[in-house]
């Protein structure tokens, strides 16, 4: 708006933009609220506390870390400043398990581990039967 200022009348601007003249003027000449510093004040330490923790932490660790600060908060308001930051933090890799039962006896003859639900991960686990029946003791 200022710099359409010599164009426009701020009545009329104010009138497209649907904004209070008040509002206006107050945004012009007006300080930071109390709110919106405390905002500013606590997306900072948000942001630092974040990459703090190598951008980890979520709201909870977060929220622990701005508590043991000194700050009276809330984990909604902490999530909500994360969300309005960009910031997410890292949830741990879940990893996929396999496993081969015996149909007859309904005993585990072959199982494996991988971060990822690959063919591979499927033949690692076929390989233990083959491994094992040299070394299966018989009764």
């Not at 606590?42 to 506390?49: D, T």
Request: proline residues 4%; aromatic residues 10%.
């Amino acid at each position: 708006m200022l710099a359409e200022k010599t164009n426009f009348t701020i009545t009329r601007m104010v009138r497209l933009l649907e904004i209070s003249r008040w509002g206006y003027y107050a945004w012009i000449g007006g300080a930071p609220s109390p709110a919106s510093m405390r905002r500013v004040h606590i997306e900072q330490k948000v942001s630092f506390f974040h990459g703090d923790s190598d951008e980890v932490y979520g709201a909870p660790g977060i929220l622990a870390d701005l508590r043991a600060d000194g700050e009276i908060i809330s984990r909604k308001t902490v999530a909500a400043t994360m969300r309005r930051l960009g910031l997410a933090g890292i949830c741990p890799k879940k990893w996929k398990t396999t496993t081969i039962i015996d149909a007859h006896s309904r005993r585990v003859i072959g199982w494996a581990i991988a971060d990822h639900m690959h063919t591979d991960l499927i033949q690692d686990a076929s390989r233990w039967p083959w491994f094992r029946a040299g070394t299966a003791r018989r009764r």
